[in-house]
């Protein structure tokens, strides 16, 4: 699997922006899918991830509320839609692949697109 993350930019607090994740192949509904993220200085983090179907979903308790992950099997993309963003989100933003659907499990993940930059100015 090949993932192509896109959507990052510059914003202000409180504004919102939607991550977009395509996936090349025809299993990208036997994957789970996942965004991560790296600040400066800092370890990378999970944010959420989203199953095979799209009705489970799992997130990060920083985001829980503001962000939105999920996914079109037809266009074999993900999506991540942050609203109410911060400074803290600041950071360059992953999208993960990872075989079986436990997407609740946050380590794992197989296959990793570039990052995309999210920049939240105050």
């Not at 919102?16 to 090349?24: D, F, I, K, V």
């Not at 370890?43 to 997130?59: I, M, P």
């Not at 963003?85 to 075989?99: I, N």
């Amino acid at each position: 699997v090949q993932l192509q993350a896109s959507g990052g930019g510059l914003v202000q607090a409180g504004d919102s922006l939607r991550l977009s994740c395509a996936a090349s192949g025809r299993t990208f509904r036997s994957y789970v899918m996942g965004w991560f993220r790296q600040a400066p200085g800092k370890e990378r983090e999970f944010v959420a991830a989203v199953g095979w179907s799209g009705t489970g979903t799992y997130y990060a308790d920083s985001v829980k509320g503001r962000f939105t992950i999920s996914r079109d099997n037809a266009k074999n993309t993900a999506y991540l839609q942050m609203n109410m963003l911060k400074p803290e989100d600041t950071a360059v933003y992953y999208c993960a692949a990872r075989a079986g659907n436990m997407y609740y499990v946050t380590y794992g993940y197989e296959y990793w697109g570039q990052g995309t930059q999210v920049t939240v100015s105050s």
